[in-house]
């Protein structure tokens, strides 16, 4: 999806700081990682805070959004500490758009995975996911369901306002009704977006989980598979069969899955990757078709069997 950041002048960061107690003004910066909404790092006389304003979401996404990063919080998962503003609000108003500010977490991202796994970075990572999903599958915040949940049909609807090519249009529907995910697979809040962009690392320990902006009610499996996608997939390999079974069984040391569960992460897998072809631009159809592809050449089987054994 596409980025598109608001730029904004040191008046208009000054007007949006007055409604928060945290000091002087000094300077600020984009993070050009990450969110598609604009983020900035600021920093006042009190410290460095984290300004996240949402370009295109309701104030009930972020409501929801605020809600579960202070659900987890409470929980010791490491996420981002939100800065109430003076009236005692979590969320803020700008331009009538909505906007957050948290503070800052000291760390870096983890090396990028398709360059170089680092096995204790991906360890601590899935581990932390897997402590996440068992925290929140019970945990129903307000505004759960005003969040956009990409279900097949989300998929289906994302591909052909991007298209009008018949025969794109008649893959990706055939590509979509082969998927399996059955309703009685568990279900709770998903990250949805677990890039090493969105993962700050202090000496191998996780300090931070960023960007809840995608988070929303599915399988979570889904989870699992975007760990899959960020963290076991080579350029020009697809998955490698190695890292996917270490994801996997560390996952399970934390959370356990039922054979279901490991069988249609194939099916979440494969999913995610027809998402990323529908919020592509048309003239990269071609290059991440070969990514479903090359699934369909391993087979749900087959990937169970790599996963598992």
């Known amino acids: 999806m596409m980025k598109n950041t608001t730029s904004f002048s040191q008046q208009d960061i000054k007007i949006l700081l007055s409604q928060y107690a945290i000091g002087e003004y000094i300077s600020s910066?984009?993070?050009?990682?990450?969110?598609?909404?604009?983020?900035?790092?600021?920093t006042t006389s009190k410290g460095n805070y984290v300004l996240k304003y949402y370009e295109n979401r309701s104030e009930k996404h972020v409501h929801f959004e605020c809600s579960l990063l202070k659900y987890l919080r409470r929980n010791n998962i490491p996420v981002s500490s939100i800065i109430t503003n003076i009236s005692g609000s979590d969320m803020s108003m700008f331009n009538?758009?909505?906007?957050?500010?948290?503070?800052?977490?000291?760390?870096?991202?983890?090396?990028?995975p398709k360059i170089m796994l680092n096995k204790s970075q991906i360890f601590e990572v899935?581990?932390?996911i897997a402590n996440f999903h068992n925290i929140i599958v019970n945990y129903r915040p307000d505004y759960l369901f005003d969040r956009e949940i990409?279900?097949?049909?989300?998929?289906?609807?994302?591909?052909?306002?991007?298209?009008?090519?018949s025969e794109r249009i008649d893959w990706m529907k055939k590509e979509i009704e082969d998927l399996q995910l059955p309703e009685f697979l568990p279900k709770g809040i998903c990250h949805a977006d677990l890039s090493f962009s969105n993962i700050l690392i202090q000496n191998n320990s996780i300090t931070g989980i960023l960007d809840f902006d995608m988070s929303h009610f599915t399988?979570?499996?889904?989870?699992?598979?975007?760990?899959?996608?960020?963290?076991?997939?080579?350029?020009?390999?697809?998955?490698i069969p190695e890292?996917?079974?270490?994801?996997?069984?560390?996952y399970v040391k934390k959370r356990s899955l039922t054979k279901e569960e490991m069988y249609h992460i194939y099916d979440a897998l494969k999913f995610i990757t027809l998402l990323g072809i529908a919020w592509s631009e048309?003239?990269?159809?071609?290059?991440?078709?070969?990514t479903v592809e090359f699934l369909n050449s391993i087979g749900r089987e087959q990937f169970y069997i790599f996963t598992t054994s």
């Open 29 to 42: 910066s984009l993070f050009e990682l990450g969110s598609e909404q604009t983020t900035l790092l600021i």
């Open 96 to 112: 009538n758009h909505p906007f957050v500010l948290s503070a800052f977490i000291e760390g870096t991202h983890p090396n990028d």
């Open 126 to 128: 899935v581990k932390t």
């Open 150 to 165: 990409f279900s097949l049909e989300y998929c289906m609807r994302e591909f052909c306002s991007r298209t009008n090519n």
């Open 219 to 239: 399988f979570l499996i889904y989870d699992i598979a975007s760990l899959l996608y960020w963290w076991a997939w080579a350029p020009q390999k697809g998955v």
């Open 243 to 250: 890292r996917a079974k270490i994801i996997v069984q560390e």
């Open 282 to 290: 048309e003239k990269d159809y071609e290059s991440n078709k070969q």
